[in-house]
């Protein structure tokens, strides 16, 4: 594996493959690397000839400051987990490679996607996921830019980012990797000590129980009934939601393309997921 630490050096890199017609894959990560991260680079490494990954905890994704200064390090680890990957190249960029000096902060008209669900529990934060996803896949280039479905709004706000800005780089969403007991991996998982992680099990058995009863039980009944759940099990409950999972508006009478989705704190640490219902 190859790592570059500037953008200038990578884009020489990708310019020489480029010529040589390769299809390049992408895989952005702020690092911490578990199997849901390696699931992507595995996906990305079947359809391109060069696989390309990034680590960078972006500060401007950031809403709540405690929760970048908490987030897990885990660098040497991570790239020993992508050498064996056989990943081909990390970018591992510092902030000012990011955002160099004079760096002009865009506005990007994200709609409603920023006033529902994460936007309105994370204000500025898919703002912040757009600037930083803009500007890689601008140094990056990828043909196709792989994601993961447990960020869900996430890959929707890409999307449209992708749309806004007449980026070409195809998006490909990857299944949620869980543990053996259902919890979502996630870097924040670090964070959980092995009794947390067990009662994190909860919002996965919660989608369980929502997907179970979609068709018996009213959608309010299924929120309601879901968030005292949580609540009982000592969450902080954001938000327990059933949408469309192409809209994320109200799900219709028929209740067909439903999505459940979570997000939820646990002594501080804050977990999301999502399951697709029908
Ligand atoms: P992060 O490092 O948390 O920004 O995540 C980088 C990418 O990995 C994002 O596209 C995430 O959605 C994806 N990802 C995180 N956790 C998982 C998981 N458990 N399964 C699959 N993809 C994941």
Redesign the pocket.
Known sequence: MILFKTAHQLNSYIGQHKEKDKRLGF???????????L??IDRAKTENNITVCSIFINPTQFNNPEDFKRYPVTIENDIEQLIASECDVLFLPDETEIYPAGFKKRVYSLGKLETILEGYYRPGHFQGVCQVVDRLLHIVQPDTL??????YQ??MVISTLTNLTGNKTKIVV?????EKNGL????RNLRLTHTQQERATTIYKTLVTLKNNLHTTSISVLEAVASEGLEKAGFKVDYVAIKNAKTLEAVTESKSGAMALIAATIDGIRLIDNMLLN
Do not use: E, F, N
């Not at 895989?27 to 991260?37: D, F, N, R, S, Y």
């Open positions: 895989v952005p990560t702020m690092g911490a690397l578990h199997k849901g991260h699931s992507l792989y994601l993961g479905q447990k960020d996430q890959t990857v299944p949620t990797l869980r979502a991996m996630s870097s």
